[in-house]
């Protein structure tokens, strides 16, 4: 989305997440928690990023993460508790399925294509965590010791969850049968690269672990979307692809305005 309008990116995701937390604190809400992002450390200088290494966002997304992160923690006082969940790369089966996440995405072209397409090197690493395991760790910092998470930010995710793109590609090709590998070199070397620990939320939360891996949430998701006829028409069309359905819905607001 902030390729698209990066004022409305760090609109919404900044702005508007702080002022909501603002009105929060205002109406005595005693916990806020904030739905961070590992894409904070963008071209990590090292591989097994932690909370205390430098931040490197590339996008306007990764931005409006930092900046929400430093207001939200600006607020914190005895009654105020901010926590913010730097969440790894979603995937997963969901109610509202995307097809524009890396495991999601390389699942949907197989079973389009019968090809996995790639359109970086396959190299970069990234964190994965399923959209429920998300989920229960917001259940998890609800119900947490204020103590715990209080002015924190915390990776979200599983130290054995980082992986390069093209192992993600490996594994969708055992679960959908003739499916080929294709780098297409559409992007080139993907710039974001990030392996990172997840070490404090097991430190703080020791209660709390994963559901899922990604064998086990990517079989899941394949068996759904067989079940549901998915085709190239699904991947090509906006349902499933949140830029395409936002582009969508600007253009007929736009239209609408001139109209």
């Known amino acids: 989305m902030g390729a698209l309008d990066e004022s409305l990116t760090l609109a919404v995701n900044r702005d508007a997440s702080i002022r909501l937390a603002e009105l929060a604190k205002r109406a005595g809400v005693p916990r806020f928690l904030f739905s961070g992002s590992c894409s904070v450390y963008g071209k990590g200088a090292k591989l097994d990023l932690d909370e205390s290494d430098p931040l490197h966002?590339?996008?306007?997304?990764?931005?409006?993460?930092?900046?929400?992160?430093?207001?939200?923690?600006?607020?914190?006082?005895?009654?105020?508790?901010?926590?913010?969940?730097?969440?790894?790369?979603?995937?997963?089966?969901?109610?509202?399925?995307?097809?524009?996440?890396?495991?999601?995405?390389?699942?949907?072209?197989?079973?389009?294509?019968?090809?996995?397409?790639?359109?970086?090197?396959?190299?970069?690493?990234?964190?994965?965590?399923?959209c429920r395991d998300i989920a229960r760790a917001f259940q998890a910092f609800a119900e947490a010791p204020r103590e715990a998470i209080h002015a924190r930010a915390v990776n979200v995710g599983g130290n054995a969850e980082n992986y390069q793109v093209r192992d993600v590609a490996e594994k969708v090709a055992r679960l959908v049968p003739g499916a080929s590998v294709k780098y297409t070199g559409e992007i080139g070397s993907d710039p974001r690269d990030y392996r990172v620990r997840f070490d404090r939320l097991g430190e703080l939360l020791p209660g709390f672990r994963l559901a899922y891996d990604l064998d086990r949430g990517l079989a899941e998701l394949c068996a759904r979307m067989t079940a549901s006829g998915f085709d190239r028409a699904d991947f090509e069309g906006d349902r499933f692809v949140r830029l395409r359905a936002l582009a969508d819905r600007l253009d007929r607001i736009r239209g609408g305005a001139a109209a």
């Open 57 to 130: 966002p590339l996008t306007a997304y990764a931005r409006s993460k930092i900046e929400t992160e430093a207001a939200l923690f600006a607020l914190a006082d005895d009654d105020f508790s901010p926590a913010s969940l730097r969440n790894a790369t979603a995937y997963g089966d969901s109610p509202m399925l995307r097809i524009d996440l890396v495991a999601n995405n390389l699942l949907a072209s197989a079973l389009a294509y019968g090809e996995i397409r790639i359109l970086s090197d396959g190299a970069p690493w990234r964190p994965l965590v399923h």
